[in-house]
Nanobody, 124 residues
Framework: QVQLVESGGGLVQPGGSLRLSCAAS????????IGWFRQAPGKELEGVLC????????YYQDSVKGRFTISRDNAKNTVYLQMNNLEPEDTATYYC?????????????????WGQGTRDTVSS
């Protein structure tokens, strides 16, 4: 049974940092690309960035370039989203998702497994 569990969300001031984690179980982690998505209050779900099985990064959102990075630890079956210089516009529920392919897909619908989300609030 595929399971993804996000953690690390919370309240942070503008300019601050958070690191989200996505712990995976129930599948061969090395074979999957993992993406991070977010949904702000009243807005649609949007892609943030993705990491391929070979550690390549794909940005789905230009606004996070230079501020967000993604990494994975295959030994721990975990993907991390490091978010720096956070802005109020980054306030959202963040979800990780997995897709059985080596490279990052271009479409959200390709992701077959999703976590339950973790809430991130950027506010002074």
């Amino acid at each position: 049974q595929v399971q993804l569990v996000e953690s690390g969300g919370g309240l942070v001031q503008p300019g601050g940092s958070l690191r989200l984690s996505c712990a995976a179980s129930g599948f061969i982690f090395d074979y999957y690309a993992i993406g991070w998505f977010r949904q702000a209050p009243g807005k649609e779900l949007e892609g943030v960035l993705c990491i391929s099985s070979s550690d390549g990064t794909t940005y789905y959102q230009d606004s996070v370039k230079g501020r967000f990075t993604i990494s994975r630890d295959n030994a721990k079956n975990t993907v991390y989203l490091q978010m720096n210089n956070l802005e109020p516009e980054d306030t959202a529920t963040y979800y990780c998702a997995a897709v059985y392919r080596r490279t990052c897909p271009g479409a959200r619908y390709e992701y077959g497994s999703w976590g339950q989300g973790t809430r991130d609030t950027v506010s002074s």
